[in-house]
C-alpha cells in the first residue's frame, strides 16, 4: 500500500512539473534541469554550514547522494549508466594501477561508453537525456586516469601542470564516487580536477584559512548574471528560434534578411549555454570551489570554475576571443588532456586539428558537428593569418591605427564575427544533414565560400603588402 501511494506519489509530481513545463512553454526536462541547476545552491548552503571541514569521508557520501538524486530526478533509472561507468573506473585504477594500460583502457572504455548511449538515443533534436551529463563525466574519468598516472612518475619529469593535477594518493571508490558525482558540477560541468576536489573537501580552498570562504557575494554576482542571461534568452528565443531558421517562410526571405537572421539567433542560442554555466559557477564558487588564489594585489580570485568570460564574450569582434571566453574549462581540459600530449607529434597545427576532431566525436555522432568544428578550424586559420598581415604590411598598420576609422572597423569585424559564428553555429544545432544543408543552400554556403578563397589568397596578398625587409625581421 505504501509503495502504490509512493508511486502515485511519483506519478502525480511529474505531472505538476508537466504541466508547469507547459505553461511556461518549455519542456518537462528543461525544467528539470533548470531545477537541478538552481537546486545547487541550498546544496552548497548546507555543504557550507554544515559540513565544512568536517569528517572527509561524509562530505564525499553527501557529494555522491545529492549527485544521484539529480540523476534519478532528471533520467529515472537511466542514472545507472553513469554509476556503472564511476565503479568500472575505480576498477581501472586500483586493478591496472598507474599504467599507460589503465590510460588507455579508460580512454577507449568510456569514450566507447558514450558513443554507445549517442548512437542509441540519437534522435534529430536536441534532448535533455542522460548522455548529456554523462559527456561531462567521461572527460572528468579520463582526465582522472591521467592524473593518477601522472602521480607515479618523477616530479621532474612532468610540465608545471601535470606536477599540479597529479593525483599521488590512491582514490577510494567514496572518493571517485563524490568527485564524479559532486552536484555544483554534475549536470553541466565545469571540469575540475580530483586534486582541487580534494583540497575543497578538506577545507583547503578558502581565502581566510580555516574559516568558511567569503564566496557568498561572488557567488550571488555570477547567479544573477546567469538569471538576466536567462531572461534575455527567454525573451529573445520568442522571436529567434531553430524552427524558423529550417521553415519555408525563412527560405522565401531576401539573401541580406537570411544572412542577419543568422547572426542574430547565432548569439541568442549561445545565452542558454552561458546561463547555465554562469550559474552552476555560483554554486562552485558559494562551496569554495572556485577560489583559485589571491592576485597581486592579495584579493581572493574566485574564477577557478568559470566557464564563461563574459565581458571578452560580448565585446571580442574576433573568433579567438569567442574561443578563449566560452566553455573555458572544457577547452582547458582538451588542451591539458589531449592537445598538450600530442607534442610527439612534432607539428602544432596537426594537434590542434586533431583536438578540434575529438571535441567534435565528444559532442556527437550527428556529421553536424563535425562541419562546426572544421568550420571553427579554418576560421581561426584565415583569422591568424589576417590578424598578421593587418600587424606587418605598413599600409595596412597605417590605415588600422587611423583613430577615427576604429569605431567603422570595429562594427565591421564584429558584424563578420557574429555572422560566421552564427554560421558555424547552424549544423552544430541542427544536427541533421537535411536541415543544416538546408540552411547553407540558401545563403549559397557563404563561409565556406568566403574562407577558403581566403586560405589560398591571402598567402598570394601577403606577397604584395608586405615588405621583404619586414618577412626577413619577422624569419630572425
Same mark, same amino acid.
Not at 534541469?33 to 546544496?43: A, K, N, R, V
Not at 533509472?77 to 598507474?98: E, P
Given at each position: 500500500?505504501?509503495?502504490?501511494?509512493?508511486?502515485?506519489?511519483?506519478?502525480?509530481?511529474?505531472?505538476?512539473?508537466?504541466?508547469?513545463?507547459?505553461?511556461?512553454?518549455?519542456?518537462?526536462?528543461?525544467?528539470?534541469?533548470?531545477?537541478?541547476?538552481? !537546486?545547487?545552491?541550498?546544496?552548497?548552503?548546507?555543504?557550507?554550514?554544515?559540513?565544512?571541514?568536517?569528517e572527509i569521508y561524509l562530505i564525499h557520501l553527501y557529494d555522491t547522494i545529492t549527485g544521484?538524486?539529480?540523476a534519478y530526478f532528471n533520467f529515472g533509472?537511466?542514472?545507472?549508466?553513469?554509476?556503472?561507468? %564511476?565503479?568500472?573506473?575505480?576498477?581501472?585504477? #586500483?586493478?591496472?594501477?598507474?599504467t599507460v594500460t589503465a590510460v588507455c583502457t579508460t580512454f577507449c572504455f568510456q569514450m566507447a561508453y558514450l558513443m554507445a548511449g549517442y548512437y542509441f538515443t540519437a534522435t534529430e533534436h536536441y534532448d535533455i537525456k542522460w548522455t548529456m551529463p554523462h559527456c561531462v563525466l567521461t572527460l572528468k574519468l579520463i582526465g582522472l586516469a591521467m592524473d593518477y598516472y601522472d602521480g607515479g612518475k618523477d616530479m621532474e619529469s612532468l610540465s608545471p601542470d601535470q606536477q599540479r593535477y597529479a593525483v599521488r594518493g590512491v582514490p577510494t571508490l567514496l572518493e571517485v564516487s563524490g568527485f564524479s558525482y559532486f552536484y555544483g558540477a554534475f549536470m553541466v560541468g565545469p571540469q575540475f580536477p580530483m586534486g582541487q576536489y580534494?583540497?575543497?573537501?578538506?577545507?583547503?580552498?578558502?581565502? %581566510?584559512?580555516?574559516?568558511?570562504?567569503?564566496?557568498?557575494?561572488p557567488a550571488l554576482n555570477r547567479l544573477f548574471l546567469g538569471l538576466f542571461f536567462l531572461a534575455l534568452f527567454t525573451v529573445a528565443s520568442l522571436y529567434v528560434s531553430d524552427e524558423y531558421l529550417v521553415s519555408d517562410n525563412y527560405l522565401e526571405q531576401?539573401?541580406?534578411?537570411? &544572412?542577419?537572421?543568422?547572426?542574430?539567433?547565432g548569439k541568442v542560442i549561445?545565452?542558454?549555454?552561458?546561463? &547555465?554555466? !554562469?550559474?552552476?559557477?555560483?554554486? &562552485?564558487?558559494?562551496?569554495?570551489?572556485?577560489? @583559485?588564489?589571491?592576485?597581486? @594585489?592579495?584579493?581572493?580570485?574566485?574564477?577557478? &570554475?568559470? @566557464?564563461?568570460?563574459?565581458?571578452?564574450?560580448?565585446?571580442?569582434?574576433?573568433?579567438?576571443?569567442?574561443?578563449a571566453s566560452f566553455?573555458?574549462?572544457?577547452?582547458?581540459?582538451?588542451? #591539458?588532456?589531449?592537445?598538450?600530449?600530442?607534442?610527439?607529434?612534432?607539428?602544432?597545427?596537426?594537434?590542434?586539428? !586533431?583536438s578540434l576532431l575529438f571535441l567534435a566525436v565528444w559532442h556527437g555522432l550527428h556529421c553536424g558537428y563535425l562541419v562546426c568544428f572544421q568550420m571553427e578550424f579554418l576560421i581561426v586559420l584565415v583569422e591568424r593569418q589576417l590578424i598578421n598581415l593587418a600587424r606587418d604590411s605598413p599600409p595596412l598598420s597605417a590605415l588600422a591605427s587611423v583613430t577615427v576609422l576604429r569605431p567603422l572597423f570595429y562594427v565591421l569585424q564584429q558584424t563578420v564575427h557574429l555572422m560566421f559564428m552564427g554560421y558555424s553555429l547552424v549544423p552544430f544545432c541542427l544536427f541533421t544533414w537535411e536541415k543544416w544543408i538546408k540552411v547553407y543552400s540558401s545563403i549559397y554556403f557563404l563561409g565556406h565560400v568566403l574562407?577558403?578563397?581566403?586560405?589560398?589568397?591571402l598567402p598570394y596578398v601577403r606577397r604584395v603588402l608586405v615588405p621583404r625587409r619586414e618577412k626577413l625581421k619577422k624569419a630572425e
Open positions: 500500500m505504501a509503495a502504490a501511494e509512493g508511486g502515485t506519489g511519483l506519478m502525480w509530481s511529474g505531472l505538476s512539473l508537466a504541466k508547469a513545463a507547459e505553461a511556461l512553454g518549455s519542456s518537462e526536462q528543461a525544467l528539470r534541469l533548470i531545477l537541478s541547476i538552481f !537546486l545547487g545552491y541550498p546544496l552548497a548552503l548546507f555543504q557550507r554550514y554544515v559540513l565544512f571541514q568536517k544521484l538524486s539529480i533509472l537511466q542514472f545507472f549508466h553513469s554509476l556503472l561507468c %564511476v565503479f568500472i573506473q575505480f576498477l581501472i585504477l #586500483r586493478l591496472m594501477g598507474r580534494h583540497k575543497l573537501v578538506r577545507g583547503e580552498l578558502t581565502d %581566510v584559512p580555516g574559516q568558511r570562504p567569503n564566496s557568498f557575494v531576401p539573401f541580406w534578411f537570411r &544572412c542577419l537572421y543568422i547572426l542574430v539567433w549561445l545565452y542558454k549555454y552561458v546561463t &547555465c554555466w !554562469l550559474v552552476m559557477e555560483g554554486v &562552485c564558487i558559494l562551496t569554495g570551489l572556485g577560489y @583559485n588564489g589571491k592576485d597581486e @594585489n592579495g584579493k581572493p580570485k574566485w574564477d577557478a &570554475c568559470a @566557464n564563461m568570460k563574459v565581458w571578452l564574450f560580448e565585446t571580442t569582434p574576433f573568433f579567438t576571443g569567442t574561443i566553455n573555458i574549462n572544457t577547452n582547458a581540459w582538451v588542451a #591539458r588532456y589531449f592537445f598538450k600530449r600530442l607534442k610527439f607529434l612534432g607539428n602544432k597545427l596537426l594537434s590542434q586539428g !586533431l574562407y577558403f578563397s581566403l586560405l589560398f589568397v
